[in-house]
T-cell receptor, first 113, second 112 residues
């Protein structure tokens, strides 16, 4: 069974640009969550999608957005990139909404110059 | 009140020893407490989880101890092995929320 797939794995952007990251969940998983991981702040929740609807959102500015498609695949977008957005962005999927085991992908490492 | 405080930040243990990582929380609404293990270049993976209706849960060499009154929980790794060298994160969430609140992580090094 394939795991959570995230693309691209690495990318470099400059300040002011925007970026779109993609996540394909495990087959049959309908919930997709996104987390930002940095050395200073650790793992921080961005948002969760279930059945194409955003169910929960973390404390991040509106520059961070996401969506989920009917096949459960998800994308997140960061607009007007700032240096502080450099991080590992992790996608996680689970069968259902609510607390339970999250299956994480290997992440997309974003560097903003 | 949404924080989960984890200690120590780093830990060095000899092979065969016991590794202990501690976490504390404030929000009494939390009712799900997982531990995740992360190797370099990989995403976190669930190691073991507990709900507050039990005080201890054991899976192989890994044990969670939970103290509801103190709002603390800990991970014990018995007979630590070099392959256990990784970063460990505690987390918490509640039934109403779907987000995991993670601790800052503990980097464990098991020396052979």
């Amino acid at each position: 069974k394939a795991g959570v797939t995230q693309t691209p794995r690495y990318l470099i952007k400059t300040r002011g640009q925007q970026v779109t990251l993609s996540c394909s969940p495990i087959s049959g998983h309908r919930s997709v969550s996104w987390y930002q991981q940095t050395p200073g702040q650790g793992l921080q929740f961005l948002f969760e999608y279930f059945s194409e609807t955003q169910r929960n959102k973390g404390n991040f500015p509106g520059r961070f957005s996401g969506r989920q498609f009917s096949n459960s695949r998800s994308e997140m977008n960061v607009s007007t990139l700032e240096l502080g957005d450099s991080a590992l962005y992790l996608c996680a999927s689970s069968r259902r909404q609510g607390p339970g085991e999250l299956f994480f992908g290997e992440g997309s490492r974003l560097t903003v110059l | 009140q949404q924080q989960v405080k984890q200690s120590p930040q780093s830990l060095i243990v000899q092979k065969g020893g016991i590794s202990i990582i501690n976490c504390a929380y404030e929000n009494t609404a939390f009712d799900y407490f997982p531990w995740y293990q992360q190797f370099p270049g990989k995403g976190p993976a669930l190691l073991i989880a507990i709900r507050p209706d039990v005080s201890e849960k054991k899976e192989g060499r890994f044990t969670i101890s939970f103290n509801k009154s103190a709002k603390q929980f800990s991970l014990h790794i018995m007979d630590s092995q070099p392959g256990d060298s990784a970063t460990y994160f505690c987390a918490a969430s509640n039934q109403a929320g779907t987000a995991l609140i993670f601790g800052k992580g503990t980097t464990l090094s098991v020396s052979s």
